[in-house]
């Protein structure tokens, strides 16, 4: 779905694009596409001199759930002293908290097409737990304890 994007950021950046087709939830649940982005993003670090690119010049990029997979994998990566270190990472709308799903983020864009915000809820849940069945329980933000929410409220909170 994305080789043609792909194809122009290479072009357009005089760049090597390594695009990674992961598993897709609800077949495979988290971890799977998770697995799948590090496998890829470490055999491409671990073999830079086939590929002839400068280790100094690697990017991970991602959109929507591909923005969370490439958060992840660089945050995996981040502490590796054994493999070249990552220049930067792009994230597009990417999903990065499932804390609270009524943030004013959420609430401002609640209704923008393509992902509504029950949309994303859905599809976080599918690739998290591979159903949807507390999809209202998670958009009142009943999933969280409140001990939990208070820890995290400093990152996570509309202040």
Known sequence: SHEKICQYIAKESDSLVVSVGYRLAPEHKYPAAYEDCLSAALHFLQHLQRYAVDPARVTVCGDSAGGNLAAAVSQTLAGRSDLPRLRAQI??????QALDFNLPSYQQNRGVPLLFRERAVFYSLQYVQGDASNLEEVLEGCHIPPDMRLKYSKW???D
């Not at 994230?91 to 990065?96: F, M, T």
């Open 91 to 96: 994230l597009i709308y990417p999903g990065l």
């Open 156 to 158: 996570v909170s509309p």
